[in-house]
């Protein structure tokens, strides 16, 4: 990092360039750097410029000029700007450097060349510096020799430590969003013992290796109050990659130790970059072995679910054959329970018929067809005639209206009686079935009544999916049961928007995995930003953020929380240090998940989530069921007391006035008021009703 320094008296003052035009002159709210009671600086007077690694310097048209080692600047650029470079801003005087400012290049220094530039001042020991060049050469070689990215780190470490003759040393690595960890310690040093954070925040901002033979004289830190421990001399490299510091190297000698030279710094630094180097290999080598793990064990479950499928089919051919053997005994039985054997045993051999096209997978794609209602409603009752008999069911049913219906696939039938059946086995003997049609706009309703009050249709599950897929609805209100045919394929109920995985993070590595995720829980993948966006949003089952791909994780939750749509939606963040966890779950995370998680882990744990949140729906709904029972309550006390007495008026004035009708009247109303109050006392007693998916009703009759 550049800096400018000038002299105000005896005290030398610095500034950091950090802005990519820095703009000089004596306006504070105009200027980068400024020098408000400088009369000869123009209030914007000069702007540095960064252009393709190179600084630049221009005049901005000031009074008093600009100049740059004694030349005047004009208002193109002038440069590019070299170490040591003196600007003449008016009177102000400034120098330019590359670095830290004031270092003496040995007991303070930073930014030291290749290591060969440093051994060519060495010239005239060529022995030495041959020796120090095999040192370097081997502990590369020691380098290479491992494989896990752990040891790495350690022998990184030892071989600095043998390199430099330091005393003790520290491998630290970067945290997100801050701050660092010690993961080896080496030499006179424990893992307790920390670097000082304004060393390794300094070379990770300046992006330079940097040594100090007296830490508590070091301009750089005289300002930071973090070496009050009197550290030894030191010297700190940071490990780069692709411009930022995720680790450092820091090393240190015993207080009134033999002081680091340029060369141990220099030969640190070679040593940091090939450990870089290292390093990103084994991470390279570890993810093809991971890759090539995966393509093993995805060729594993291939071949293991052809393996399952043959053994699939071989299932049910046997099945095929052993419902045909048993078809053939029961064919001579002319009896109803004959007549039911054999609809029964046809419809065993019609599903596992169709479980062998669904698994084979050239089986064609279904489509739809078309069929006319008389020709359905005569195979419902050649279907169930005989279960009816079998259970004395009586049967009527209303002619057919003229039309068609159409619906998508070839298993309507059967689907239709795991839909039926149920109800017709809750009848008792003697028990009559009423079949009768209806129309809608866009599609006819087969009305099937029962005399009896059962529980309600409880198809199976293979029943449900193919009416779903078949675009067959139904719905059950009072003994009264409605398929919902269409008439059509634009009468094709619409497909219900599936509900959503929002996943916030910046590493696209992650799309891949969250999709396979979402697609085995029935969910769509939804990208979304570190900010919500604005509402009205779908619905979101699950919010995944992800810690390590989302610059402020706690920021994003609270943002998410606060928003509409997320209010009560589990959030899952994931990639996270165990210390953080803290901080997520008080933002309101619902759970979180380490770094290294697998696809098993993630979806086990949406899965936990999505049986929470369905518990705490259903205590919702029970609590808000009991306050319904207690507000009907209230209210039948409330009315039934100022009723009674109006009751008891309107008698009296009855027999008083026994001829005039409007008491009558009003004596209806209060009867009428009366029967309402006794709906609300079975809303009060009576019990509730469960079903599947979790909802409840109050049954009153």
Known sequence: MPYLSWMEGSQPFRHAVVEDLCVLGRDPLGCGLSRPGQGTVSPVHAVLSKTEGAWWVKDLGSISGTTLNGHAVGSAPEGPLRDGDELALGSWRLTFTHGFPGLDGTTFAEHVGDLFDEIRLQSDRPAWYLAELKQLYGATERLLGEADSNTLGRALLEESLRLTSADRGLFVARLEPGGWRVIHAAGEATE????????????????????????????????????????????CAPLMEEGQAFSALYLERQPGGIPFTRLDLATLQAFSRRGVLVLRQARLQRKAVEQAEQQGELLRLRKQIQQDSECWDELLAAMVGSVRRIQSWVREQQDPEGDALRFHLERLAALVEEGRCQDDPRTPAATGQSIGLASLQEDLALRWRSLLDLRGIRWTADPPPQGAV??????????????????????????????????????????????????????????QRVLKESGIR????????????????????????????????????????????????????????????????????????????????????????????????????VRCAEGDTPGLIEAGATDWLADGFGWEALHQRLRVLQGHTELRQRALAAERLESFRQMAGTLKHEINNPLAVISMQVEMLQRKYPEEAKLAKIGEMVDRIQGLLQVLQKMRETPTEGYADGSSILKLG
């Open 192 to 235: 307790e013992l920390a670097p000082p954070a304004s060393v390794l925040a300094y070379v990770a901002r300046e992006c330079t290796s940097i040594l100090s033979n007296q830490p508590l004289a070091d301009p750089r830190f005289e300002e930071a109050g973090a070496l009050e421990d009197s550290p030894g001399c030191f010297l």
């Open 474 to 573: 139904w719905r059950w209100a009072d003994r009264l049961l409605e398929v919902l045919l269409p008439e059509g394929p634009e009468a094709m109920p619409d497909e219900p928007m599936r509900p959503l995985l929002g996943l916030v993070s910046e590493d696209l590595g992650l799309v891949g995995l969250f999709q396979a995720v979402a697609e085995a829980g029935d969910l769509g993948l939804l990208p979304l930003e570190s900010e919500p966006p604005p509402p009205p949003l779908p619905i979101h089952r699950f919010l995944v953020i992800d810690a390590k791909g989302t610059p402020d994780a706690e920021a994003t939750i609270r943002a998410y929380r606060r928003h509409p749509a997320f209010a009560t939606t589990p959030i899952l963040v």
């Open 406 to 463: 159409w619906w998508l696939g070839g298993s309507l039938l059967l689907a239709l009686d795991g839909l039926v059946e149920p109800l017709v086995m809750q009848l008792p003997p003697g028990a009559e079935l009423t079949v009768r049609w209806g129309h809608e706009p866009g599609r006819y309703l087969l009305r099937i009544q029962f005399s009896a009050g059962l529980r309600g249709p409880s198809p199976d599950g293979w029943s």
